[in-house]
């Protein structure tokens, strides 16, 4: 997971976040979390992943990631006042 630069989210406006997830290793990975606490100004409004599920008390969950392969969790955010967010 390699995180970017905030950016700046206006008030009341969706704002999506990608994590891409990427198995640069040459084995299975198995068990995968991923977990990772919202700025407090920002409120969750909706979620997706590509594998795996994902929930806001327990985080991203992926059963396997082969070698090579990647997988997305995309959140949809709106801030609670404007401002430039890191996560």
């Known amino acids: 997971v ?13 704002f999506v976040w990608r994590v891409v997830l990427t198995n640069a290793g040459t084995m299975s990975a198995t068990s995968i ?10 409120v969750p409004v909706s979620a997706s992943v590509t594998s795996g599920t994902f929930t806001l008390s327990g ?6 990631l082969s070698a090579g392969a990647s997988t997305t969790l995309t959140l ?3 801030a609670t006042r404007p ?5």
């Open 2 to 14: 390699t995180p970017q630069t905030g950016s700046t989210c206006p008030t009341n406006t969706d």
């Open 33 to 42: 979390q991923v977990a990772d606490a919202l700025p407090a100004e920002l």
């Open 59 to 64: 985080g991203w969950l992926i059963p396997s």
């Open 76 to 78: 949809t955010t709106k």
């Open 83 to 87: 401002g430039s967010y890191t996560n």
